[in-house]
T-cell receptor, first 116, second 113 residues
Framework: DTGVSQNPRHKITKRGQNVTFRCDPI?????LYWYRQTLGQGPEFLTY????????KSRLLSDRFSAERPKGSFSTLEIQRTEQGDSAMYLC??????????????FGPGTRLTVT | TQLLEQSPQFLSIQEGENLTVYCNSS?????LQWYRQEPGEGPVLLVT?????EVKKLKRLTFQFGDARKDSSLHITAAQPGDTGLYLC?????????????FGKGTLLTVNP
């Protein structure tokens, strides 16, 4: 399978704990995005990387959130001191930038986080 | 703030019926993508439209991008239970922010056998 993969698929944690999610993009894609989706809403942009550089962070990404893409391949999203409001589906997507590309983004299956 | 409004929010129809869902905005997008999402899964890309007035067909699905590139529609002919899912539209702006997708809330379609 050469699509975007995310691990774990589900995570249940207690409030105040730290959690880390991993995303492996499509291998030749140089752009990687993180989105968050809550019930009844469409995905909302969190941050994106071009290769290893993090180029933008949404206002939704508080100081408790940090994302890395150390070698321009896989990415991790860490949430420190989780709160119940962090409960959501965290989606990763990747795309290939190129002249004339419509910037199509391909999504992984998501990580469902539940904070109790 | 959601810049893309999708309607209807919910749609329940019988197998074999036709349907149209809409995606509207006051903003211009350089491209617009339609996704289908099933419960507990990530969105799956169906189509990308980039030219005003463009029409794309994917089997029983017809996608249209408005002339002004502010709105789009998805028409499904002879709906089947396998079409059930959440249909999301997402727009990308031009220039430096072209990478970031803005999503609507989606249309939840149920096709009953």
């Amino acid at each position: 399978d050469t699509g975007v993969s995310q691990n774990p698929r589900h995570k249940i944690t207690k409030r105040g704990q730290n959690v880390t999610f991993r995303c492996d993009p499509i291998s030749e894609h140089n752009r990687l995005y993180w989105y968050r989706q809550t019930l009844g809403q469409g995905p909302e942009f969190l941050t994106y990387f071009q290769n290893e550089a993090q180029l933008e962070k949404s206002r939704l990404l508080s100081d408790r959130f940090s994302a890395e893409r150390p070698k321009g391949s896989f990415s991790t999203l860490e949430i420190q001191r989780t709160e119940q409001g962090d409960s959501a589906m965290y989606l990763c997507a990747s795309s290939l930038e190129g002249a004339g590309q419509p910037y199509e983004q391909y999504f992984g299956p998501g990580t469902r986080l539940t904070v109790t | 703030t959601q810049l893309l409004e999708q309607s209807p929010q919910f749609l329940s129809i019988q197998e074999g019926e036709n349907l149209t869902v809409y995606c509207n905005s006051s903003s211009v997008f350089s491209s617009l993508q339609w996704y289908r999402q099933e419960p507990g899964e990530g969105p799956v890309l169906l189509v990308t439209v980039v030219t005003g007035g463009e029409v794309k067909k994917l089997k029983r699905l017809t996608f249209q991008f408005g002339d002004a590139r502010k709105d789009s529609s998805l028409h499904i002919t002879a709906a089947q239970p396998g079409d059930t899912g959440l249909y999301l539209c997402a727009g990308a702006r031009g220039g430096g922010s072209n990478y970031k997708l803005t999503f609507g809330k989606g249309t939840l379609l149920t096709v009953n056998p």
